[in-house]
C-alpha cells in the first residue's frame, strides 16, 4: 500500500530532451509537492498544488511545468532538458494547505540523470 | 523568512553511543519543526514534529528533539545509536503560510 509513488524510478536521458515524472497520492490529501535534491542532498521546494491550484513557484525555469490532472496526481514535466537538471526528484503531499503542522509524506524519488 | 541550520554535515558515533545531531532555527513567529530520516536510495520518512504541544517530542526508532526557545534549537538525540540508524537526518521549519524549508542535511555514520 504505497502511500505516495513515484515513476520513474531512474532517468537517464540526453540534454535537450523533454520527459515527465508521475506521481501520485492515495492518502486522499488535498496537497501536493514537487522538490529537488541536488548533489549535495540540499531539498528545495519546486512547486505545490492544493486541490489542482498551482499556490508556490519558487523561481523555477518555466522549462519545468507541474500538471494536476486531479487532486491525486501531481506530474511534472521537463522541456529541453539540461546537465543541471540532473538531481533527484521528490513528490510529497499534505492534508491541507496552510496548516503548518500538517507532515508532508515524500514519495520514493526519481533519480534524473542527463547526459 | 523561517529557515534552519544543521550544523555539522557529518557525524560519527560508534555502535551504543549517544547520537546528537543539531539544528537551529530563525523564525520571528513559532515555528513547526521537522526532522526527517532519509535512507540510502529512499525517499524523507518523518521522525517527529514539534507542535507546541511538548517542548520535548518523542519520535519512532527511539529518536527525540527538545525544543530549546531561548536557543533557537531543535536537536535530535538518540541514546544508543544502532547501525541501522546510519542515514541522512534533514531537519526543517515550516510557517504558517505553509512553506518547508530544509535543512543542508547531517549523514550519520555508525561505527561498529
Same mark, same amino acid.
Given at each position: ?16 530532451? #523533454? ?15 514537487? &522538490?529537488?535534491? #541536488? ?49 533527484? &526528484? ?26 | ?83 541501522? #540508524? ?8 515550516? #510557517? ?17
Amino acid at each position: 500500500d504505497t502511500a505516495v509513488s513515484q515513476t520513474p524510478k531512474y532517468l537517464v536521458t540526453q540534454m535537450g530532451n #523533454d520527459k515527465s515524472i508521475k506521481c501520485e497520492q492515495n492518502l486522499g490529501h488535498d496537497t501536493m509537492y514537487w &522538490y529537488k535534491q #541536488d548533489s549535495k542532498k540540499f531539498l528545495k521546494i519546486m512547486f505545490s498544488y492544493n486541490n489542482k491550484e498551482l499556490i508556490i513557484n519558487e523561481t523555477v525555469p518555466n522549462r519545468f511545468s507541474p500538471k494536476s490532472p486531479d487532486k491525486a496526481h501531481l506530474n511534472l514535466h521537463i522541456n529541453s532538458l539540461e546537465l543541471g537538471d540532473s538531481a533527484v &526528484y521528490f513528490c510529497a503531499s499534505s492534508p491541507r494547505q496552510g496548516r503548518g503542522q500538517e507532515t508532508q509524506y515524500f514519495g520514493p524519488g526519481t533519480r534524473l540523470l542527463v547526459l | 523568512a523561517q529557515s534552519v541550520t544543521q550544523l555539522g554535515s557529518h557525524v560519527s558515533v560508534s555502535e551504543g553511543a549517544l547520537v546528537l545531531l543539531r539544528c537551529n532555527y530563525s523564525s520571528s513567529v513559532p515555528p513547526y519543526l521537522f526532522w526527517y530520516v532519509q535512507y540510502p536510495n529512499q525517499g524523507l520518512q518523518l521522525l517527529l514534529k514539534y507542535t507546541s504541544a511538548a517542548t520535548l517530542v518523542k519520535g519512532i526508532n527511539g529518536f527525540e528533539a527538545e525544543f530549546k526557545k531561548s536557543e533557537t534549537s531543535f536537536h535530535l538525540t538518540k541514546p544508543s545509536a544502532h547501525m541501522s #540508524d546510519a542515514a541522512e537526518y534533514f531537519c526543517a521549519v515550516r #510557517d504558517n503560510n505553509n512553506d518547508m524549508r530544509f535543512g543542508a542535511g547531517t549523514r550519520l555514520t555508525v561505527k561498529p
